[in-house]
């Protein structure tokens, strides 16, 4: 990354009535050009607004930098200004759609004739960087009144009804900037001042588009205006913007790996799993490779939880929405629902997540304190309505297999419970390889008393005992207000993916409101029944997403352990294939998942068809080997060596049992 990232927010300046804030910003000292210019301000208010705005009093404003995340979405967004513009002036007839920053970049949508071609994607760029070298200056105008908008806007269908929509929904804004009028931008030509391009927006923008130093748009996709599949299907542009030509090429670079890895492709030419239109979108199909992946991890949870002294439970997919009255899925969560389904007249859900039902499981006996902590756990298959816009391979599906479980325990046991829990985590994650995560602690936001239960003191206790966890764990955390579940505090263990890309892994949580609801007790020593704290846990989240990540993570090379294939065993000569057979029947035999290369091309060939499957131990065997009962064996490191074949067996069966990293990764 480029070191030339201001570090710290710019002093406040004072702007005296009728001053643009720019003149006034210019003699402070403060850049006005590079990676650093100041490009708008953040008034008192918080409203970001343009660099030309003139206060009608004396204000105090703070600078801000193109490098800073105001900054860069202002950057973004007014490259998709640009983009609209390039594009309306080679496709006469192309309509806006709207034009948000995203991530790391931008887009805007368009509805034209036909979708765009890669080369279409040249063109435009082409025609932005004559754009960005005129040097057009952004303006904001104010229109008079709706009407005028109107008029306007008379041949942009989709902005017409942005308008009418007051702009308050969807319309485009590089973020929350002064809102209440309706507002447009223009493109000033830099000599004549003529106006080259506007468009409707809430602003704020670049003063110029020279600012613009290093853009790149990197694909275009089909999508429905406004999100909905009943609305036209408009055409999306994606692009990325920076304030220096080396973020750019670090950012494409990291696309491009994100692109090798992307799990998607991978689990297709790995065969670990495939969707079917027959079946449905975000159904995924786990072919017999991806099975194995998602066998090994469960063995591992259940081997973990089992020392733990987890106990396992099973229930059903499907429930009466009584549960859900009770649990306050209904109403609350409608919309993750998918439409129940009607047995002899009672109402059935396909259930959303397992939580309520283990909470049935652990009302169904009386409990003593001397049970608690009292821990379930059960690889739970849930559905969540997603629009299929949003599916996404397997990190985005419509059905899911949890890693679930629910620990009963006293308040004075929560804390050290909660604790555990973390160090599951961090253990599984050290023991893939994943050094890079932290925690989330999501708050609830004392202000939004509608989204949260209104009992002060349990809000108070659950944050204690999370946050007591949490410190003694070392595990780092930041804190995020607003983000709790109605019934409390959340924590999000998230994990940066070598591609850059951050990774939401699982979800836990302090539990003293359901317990309530549910009414879950124990009979404590003193005689009295009292309340249960639950934690909900699910460190490796779900096979979904979580054979996504380390499908990304490994690229497709698994550890031994988790590799579908773990030897490949290649005869040199047809008449060696006997002993390739007992070669393999001594590896299956030694629980290790082995197959012989029966075909006929010549060795390299063989070999290459056994990398590209990425399978960790490569085992050939020549005349020499046959007599002597040994093997040469080729590693991912290219490393090869040979040696007998029981000892061979011993160093495989070693490297599953360590769950060994050796060769994981390599690419
Ligand atoms: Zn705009
Ligand atoms: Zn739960």
């Known amino acids: 990354m480029s070191t030339t990232r201001v570090d710290r927010v710019p002093d406040a ?104 071609q890669p080369d279409d994607l040249e063109r435009i760029e082409v025609r932005m960087r004559e754009i960005i070298k005129g040097g057009q200056r952004f303006r904001r105008r104010v229109f008079p009144s709706i009407e005028a908008a109107r008029q306007e806007l008379r041949d942009e269908p989709y902005k017409l009804e942005l308008v009418d929509l007051k702009g308050d929904d969807g319309a485009p ?24 391009w506007s468009d409707l927006c809430r602003g704020p923008h670049l003063p110029s588009t020279r600012l613009i130093q290093a853009f790149k748009l990197t694909r275009s996709a089909a999508a429905y205006w406004r999100g909905n599949e009943a609305n036209p299907q408009l055409q999306r542009v994606y692009g990325t ?51 194995i992946i998602r066998d090994e991890l469960e ?136 050094s890079d995560f932290y925690m989330v ?57 070598v591609t850059g890309k951050e990774f939401a892994a699982s979800t836990n949580q302090v539990d003293l409101y359901t317990p309530q609801r549910f009414g879950l007790t124990y009979h404590d020593s003193d005689g009295g029944e009292k309340p249960v704290v639950v934690i909900h846990r699910a460190p490796l989240g779900s096979h979904e997403r979580f054979v996504a990540y380390l499908v990304e993570h490994f690229g497709g090379a698994f550890p031994v352990w988790l590799a579908p294939e773990q030897v490949r065993v290649i005869p040199l000569a047809s008449e060696l294939r006997e002993y390739a057979d007992e070669v393999c029947d001594v590896l299956l035999g030694a629980d290790l998942r082995a197959e012989v290369d029966r075909g006929d091309s010549r060795l390299s060939a063989k070999v290459r068809a056994a990398v590209t499957r990425k399978v960790p131990l490569i085992v050939v065997l020549g005349r020499k080997e046959a007599e002597n009962r040994t093997v040469s064996v080729r590693y991912r490191s290219g490393e090869e060596r040979s040696m007998p074949l029981e000892a061979f067996v011993a160093q495989a069966t070693e490297l599953v049992r360590s769950k060994s990293l050796e060769g994981a990764g390599h690419q």
């Open 13 to 116: 300046v004072t702007v005296p009535a009728g001053s643009s804030c720019a003149d006034v910003v210019a003699t402070t000292g403060l850049p006005m050009t590079g990676p650093n210019a100041i490009v708008a301000v953040r008034d008192a208010d918080g409203l970001l607004r343009d660099l030309s705005w003139k206060p009608g009093e004396e204000v105090k404003v703070f600078p801000v930098p193109l490098s800073s995340p105001d900054g860069l979405n202002i950057l973004r967004h007014s490259t998709a200004h640009v983009l609209a513009q390039a594009v309306q002036s080679l496709y006469a007839e192309a309509k806006l759609g709207i034009g948000p920053p995203v991530e790391n970049g931008f887009y805007y949508d368009f509805d034209v004739a036909k979708p765009f």
């Open 299 to 434: 063995g591992w949870a259940r081997q973990t939880e089992r020392r733990l002294k987890y106990r396992r439970v099973v229930t059903p997919s499907i429930t009466k929405d009584e549960l859900y009255y009770l649990s306050g899925h209904l109403p609350y969560y409608r919309e993750d629902l998918y439409a129940p389904i009607d047995i002899e007249g009672e109402q059935y859900y396909l259930r959303p997540m397992n939580c309520p039902h283990h909470h049935m499981v652990y009302k169904s006996r009386p409990h003593s304190y001397r049970d608690l902590p009292y821990k379930i756990a059960e690889y739970g298959t849930v559905h969540r309505f997603e629009r299929s816009g949003q599916l996404h391979g397997l990190m985005r599906t419509r059905g899911f297999t949890q890693n679930d479980a629910h620990i009963y325990c006293s308040a004075e046991q929560a804390k050290d419970q909660f604790l555990e829990v973390m160090r599951m985590h961090d253990a599984y994650y050290r023991a893939l390889g994943i």
């Open 241 to 291: 913007a920076w304030p220096t030509r080396e973020e750019l090429k670090e950012h494409l670079r990291q696309l491009e790996e994100a692109g090798r890895r992307d799990h998607r492709r991978i689990g297709e030419d790995l065969d670990l799993f495939t969707f079917s239109k027959e079946i449905g979108k975000g159904l995924p199909l786990w072919l017999p490779n991806g099975t």
């Open 173 to 196: 804004s590089a973020a929350d900037s002064a809102a209440g009028e309706l507002t447009v931008y223009d493109n000033l030509d830099a000599r004549s001042d003529e106006v080259r």
């Open 441 to 497: 602690l999501a708050l609830r936001d004392p202000r939004n008393t509608a989204k949260y239960h209104d009992d002060e003191e349990m809000w108070r206790l659950a944050e204690q005992i999370t946050r007591d966890a949490m410190d003694e764990s070392n595990i780092p955390y930041v804190e995020e207000i607003g983000g709790a579940a109605h019934y409390g505090p959340k924590v999000d263990f998230m994990i940066r993916a």
